[in-house]
């Protein structure tokens, strides 16, 4: 395992320390140009193993990507995630402009066909899209680090209420401070081999709202956690409405625990039990209530 940035900081400068009086003369002197060598070779480490441990965040951010745009394509074959800013040749005839916002800001928004998922526009928000009128729209905001959100406007729905009002995607979990959280607590588990205890909580993300849910609704979900501190075995046991049944399972599949100890040793913990709530708002920023 690689060793957390902080630990790899105290342990180059306290081997400095330890090392100071091999470095200096008989009196205990410290040799300046080695002391700076040592010291050079030291930063040199930290930078290897903290590209390394980068490298790693994004290879499961990726993963995670990728899988959630291959979902998407399952229903509209042409979709393709716009990451970057890029230009598009005018595909549609726009008589019409609005603004767009992501939060956290800085998001991606690009504008897709309802149907076969084709790009048709992108921009770097804040800024201003331009709409084809009568035409209805898949809005889908990215940033990199979060899960990407999407949000489908017909042609009426956008044309009146976002004429005077700008479009804000609320992007999803920063799954890669996710990931960077469970790492670093998975750093002290051996601690908590010191006494017989229950799981508890590392790193939980939140469920993405479904595309098509009209109310707020929650599932109670039932799990087990593994030796490793990872969930298995994940069902959705009793939610408000069918549609919030995958969206609870995927998220649950990406939550850490500290795992169970039992006699000193990690251990499965079956039957875990979780409730995750889903709040919908109208355009208005309003709550549309559970029924």
Known sequence: MIPSWVNIDNAAHIFI?????????????INMPNLRLLQAVSI???????????????SYYDQIIDQAEERVRQNRPNFRLIRTHETFPERISADQNIWVETVPSGGIVAIHDPHSGEPFDACKAPCSLALGRGRSYVFVGYKSGYFFTTVE?????????????????????NVRAHYNKSYFCSRTWETRKLKDQDIEVCSRVPGLMPADAETSGHCYVQFDVTSQGRTKNIRAINCTDPVFEAASIKAVKLWVYYPKVEYGAFVDRPDVESKISFKLQDLNGTLIPEP
Request: charged letters at 15%; aromatic letters at 8%.
């Open 44 to 58: 040199i480490i930290w930078l290897l193993l903290s590209m390394s441990w980068n490298v790693s965040a994004q």
């Open 17 to 29: 320390v330890k090392s100071s009086n091999l470095l200096g003369g008989m009196n205990g002197d």
């Open 153 to 173: 406007e017909d042609a009426a729905g956008w044309k009146e209420h976002y004429e005077n009002t700008p479009l804000t995607l609320g992007l999803g979990p």
